[in-house]
């Protein structure tokens, strides 16, 4: 079976927690498909999942609805199972701009994209986990239902090293290279081998360390793994196997065949489009394909060569693509983070991929077999994913029609009761809400100050309101999905830090974010019905203001409407059961206490000390305190760390103080 899960937590269940493990646990070992745990803010939702975890043993997708609770989940995940794999896996892209066409103007969108190849290093990390062990436990965004290449094709691709195997170096060397290894004898990174003599040292695209092969003729003598860096040994393997350096990778006979089949296909296609008087459409389908299949055969790649991923795979015509769902086992959890949001993102993605393409396909810029690179459709979803966690405060219709049972987690072991709703006039909001600002404000100086978080309906009012705020020296922040996914997580943690008071948004300020430091949760325009204003959408909003024992909710609207008279009813519902367990019980409600450290936001923070030396003091000034070749060791640590936190201004810094005291070894 391999290594079993093993929870590592200071806290043993309570509140709610107990029975749900048992119950979720309960269910999902007795083979049913669909389970539902009704969570509410802070009642530990990820605990319970993660103590499920360990009693089913079985490995787990988690499915998050954003990159940014991803990275929370990852996070809680790592410390929860810090001797296990727990991997993250979200689209590799900084920035992404599809490939479109708009008939109306003529205009042509050229694919632009950026990738991030730390991103693009966890994503392998994920898969060779799932291929070489089962205590793995990923943590995903809803881009794992996208096109990957095929686990059998990754598995066959992959190089196998024995101890004491016949195999000379010619023949390691050319699979290296088949699996889009390179050589560089000089600048040796992740991706890459070296040769020296009859010894070939390998930096896997997905691993922290390197691995060395040596050779006695034609025979592995042995199999080491060394420092990247220094090519210390550090551990004596007796076999490995090293993985792609990238997800599609297809055998030069397959490569063949495919070719063959793309030229068929164009030819069919073109002849098509000439028939129906398109002499542009053909031409165009022509020129384009002909440069693709000519890149592709000379240098096994194109721009856009996931447009051809039914060939390379040989895939029939309509059938689904391979993802990452395909390289768990077939006993498997998935939990799906936020359901009533992850649920409908990903019955929406095959829908949006294909109208777009299918404009790509009718005038000419792509082969109607590019529609087979795409998500998968929500039925192929279903039949391959198997037992089901949705977890949520705010379950939606799929949920509660698939689910049997309903697992109630209200009970928060803090004893934390959610706060009172409050409902105001919406004419008056943006004065009344300045001055109960104001009033926050002025209570600096106390223990009860805490910060503020006000929803509005539009970006545009987000940006207005907030420049209004600190037109009244009020310091505040605006938070909105047209700002990039880490500049999101900074804006978090300096708010969470104390550096502003205010964070105004609009949809972002909801599901899952931890902000115990909000006292107050201001909604404008309660009463507009709608995506934005319906019952789950208040109380996801409200829950904001449910981590901290001071926390108030004001609405403000003009008449109360059916979803706010249904939400506050279940809030009022959560309220009365939690108070009632607090007497039974006597609980004296607690705030709930949570570090902004890195892992918490994804954002690494270094250890005080050498954080001070980071950004302060030089290395002299610095060595002149500290044994330098152990600081640096901590330092390379460090440096890890913050790459593995996606901080690569931090790493970076880490990497040139480094530099410059192995410069002061020398100089000694």
């Known amino acids: 079976m391999g290594k079993r899960f093993k929870l590592v937590s200071d806290f043993s269940p309570a509140g709610d927690q107990p029975q749900a493990i048992k119950k979720l646990s309960g269910q999902v070992l007795s083979g049913k498909k669909h389970n539902l745990l009704l969570g509410v803010t802070g009642s530990g939702k990820t605990f319970v999942v993660a103590n499920v975890i360990e009693k089913i043993q079985k490995p787990a997708l988690v499915i998050s609805p954003n990159k940014i609770l991803a990275a929370q989940l990852y996070a809680e995940f790592k ?38 190849e730390h991103i693009d290093r966890l994503r392998l990390k994920s898969t060779s986990s799932l291929m070489s062990r089962g205590d793995v436990i990923v943590v995903a965004s809803v881009s794992c239902i996208y096109n990957l290449g095929s686990p059998e094709e990754y598995v066959a691709m992959s190089l196998y090293i024995e101890k004491g195997q016949e195999k000379n170096i010619e023949s ?45 003729g034609d025979t592995i003598d042995s199999i080491k793994e ?75 790649f194109c721009h856009g060569i996931e447009n051809y991923s039914r060939h390379l795979a040989d895939r029939p015509d309509g059938s689904r693509p391979m993802c990452l769902i395909d390289y768990f086992p077939k006993d498997f959890l998935t939990v799906i983070d936020e359901s009533h949001l992850t649920i409908p993102q990903i019955r929406g993605m095959y829908e949006g991929d294909r109208a777009r393409k ?40 799929y949920e509660l029609k698939k689910s049997c049972e309903t697992v109630e987690l209200i009970i928060r072991p803090t004893g934390l009761v959610d706060p009172e709703v409050e409902v105001r006039p919406a004419e008056n909001q ?91 949760v201001a909604v404008f325009d309660a009463d507009k019905e709608g995506f934005l204003r319906n019952d789950k959408t208040i109380i996801q909003i409200c829950g904001r203001a449910a981590r901290n024992i001071d926390g108030s909710i ?10 706010m008279e249904k ?86 810094a880490l990497r040139d103080k480094i530099f410059a005291l192995k410069g002061m070894i020398v100089k000694k």
């Open 567 to 652: 939400a506050m009813n279940e809030m009022e519902r959560r309220r009365l059961k939690q108070i009632d367990y607090n007497k039974k019980h006597r609980i004296t409600p607690m705030s709930i206490i949570k570090a902004v450290d890195e892992l918490d936001e994804f954002e690494y923070i270094a250890k005080q000390e050498s954080f001070r030396f980071v950004v302060g003091e030089s290395a002299a000034e610095y060595g002149a305190k500290k044994n330098i070749p152990v600081f640096i060791k901590e330092l390379e640590d460090e440096m890890k760390s913050a790459a593995d936190s996606l901080n690569f201004e931090l790493a970076a």
């Open 430 to 520: 943006v004065n009344d809400v300045v001055r109960e600002v104001e009033k926050i404000i002025s209570g600096k100086k106390n223990e009860k100050f805490g910060r503020v978080i006000i929803n509005t309906l539009t970006k545009k009012m987000s940006e207005d309101f907030t420049d209004y705020l600190c037109e009244k020296k009020i310091n505040a922040r605006y938070l909105h999905s047209e700002i990039m996914p880490l500049e999101r997580i900074q804006i978090i943690k300096d708010f969470r830090q104390g550096k502003f008071d205010v964070l105004v948004g609009v949809n972002l300020l909801r599901e899952g974010l931890d902000l115990p430091e909000v006292i107050l």
């Open 358 to 397: 299918e404009i790509l396909v009718e005038f000419g810029f792509r082969l109607p077999s590019a529609l087979d690179n795409r998500p998968l459709k929500f039925s192929e979803f279903e039949g391959l994913t198997d037992k089901m966690i949705y977890t949520t405060a705010t379950p939606g219709g």
């Open 554 to 563: 004001i609405l403000y609207a003009q008449a109360q409407t059916a979803s």
């Open 226 to 300: 060394v420092n990247p860096l220094t090519a210390e040994a550090l551990s004596v393997l007796d076999k490995i196997y090293v993985y792609p350096a990238k997800h599609f990778v297809t055998s030069p006979d397959r490569i063949k065949n495919a070719l063959m089949n793309i030229e068929a296909e164009l030819e069919e296609r073109a002849a098509f489009l000439e028939n129906s008087k398109r002499l542009l459409e053909a031409q165009r389908l022509r020129q384009r394909t002909k440069y693709d299949i000519e890149m592709i055969r000379e240098t096994g």
């Open 172 to 216: 390691v060397l050319s699979r290296l290279v088949e699996i889009y290894y390179e050589r560089n004898d000089h600048d040796f990174k992740r991706g890459t081998f070296r040769v020296k003599g009859d010894t070939v040292d390998i930096f896997p695209s997905y691993a922290e360390r390197a691995v060395r092969i040596e050779f006695f």
């Open 79 to 116: 410390k929860f199972f810090p001797e296990n794999a727990v991997e993250y896996f979200i689209s590799y892209y900084d920035y992404y701009q599809p490939e479109a066409y708009i008939p109306q103007t003529d205009t042509y969108i050229e694919k632009d994209a950026s990738i991030n």
